[in-house]
C-alpha cells in the first residue's frame, strides 16, 4: 500500500507560479514512478508530467518549458514547479504512483489550481 498527499495548489494570476509537492508513504520501494495528473471540469484526466524511479521525465507537450518535475528521495516526496501558468493550466491536479510488486495504482486526494486571466 502506498498513500500520497498532494498539496499546494491556489489561485494565481496568468503568468505566475506555483509549487505543488506530493509526499508518498507506505511501500515507497514499490513504486516505479510518479506522476501528476489533472482534470479540468468537463474533461478527462491527462497526464502533466511523470518521473521514473530511474530519473526519467516526459511531459505533456502543453506543458514543456514550463512546468518541471523533480523529486527528493530523501522526504520521498515529488515537486511539479509550475511557471508561467496559463487559465487553460485551471484544474484539480492529482498525484499518481503505479508500483511493481504488487501491481497497483494510487492516487493523491487533488489539489485545486485556479489561474486566472
Known amino acids: 500500500q502506498v498513500q500520497l498527499v498532494d498539496s499546494g495548489g491556489g489561485l494565481v494570476q496568468a503568468g505566475g507560479s506555483l509549487r505543488l509537492s506530493c509526499a508518498a508513504s507506505g511501500s515507497i520501494a514499490s513504486i516505479r514512478a510518479m506522476g501528476w495528473y489533472r482534470q479540468a471540469p468537463g474533461k478527462q484526466r491527462e497526464l502533466v508530467a511523470r518521473?521514473?524511479?530511474?530519473?526519467?521525465?516526459n511531459y505533456a507537450d502543453s506543458v514543456k518549458g514550463r512546468f518541471t518535475i523533480s523529486r527528493d528521495n530523501a522526504k520521498n516526496t515529488v515537486y511539479l514547479q509550475m511557471n508561467s501558468l496559463k487559465p487553460d493550466d485551471t484544474a484539480v491536479y492529482y498525484c499518481n504512483a503505479p508500483t511493481w510488486e504488487p501491481p497497483g495504482d494510487y492516487w493523491g486526494q487533488g489539489t485545486q489550481v485556479t489561474v486566472s486571466s
Open positions: 518521473i521514473t524511479s530511474g530519473g526519467m521525465t
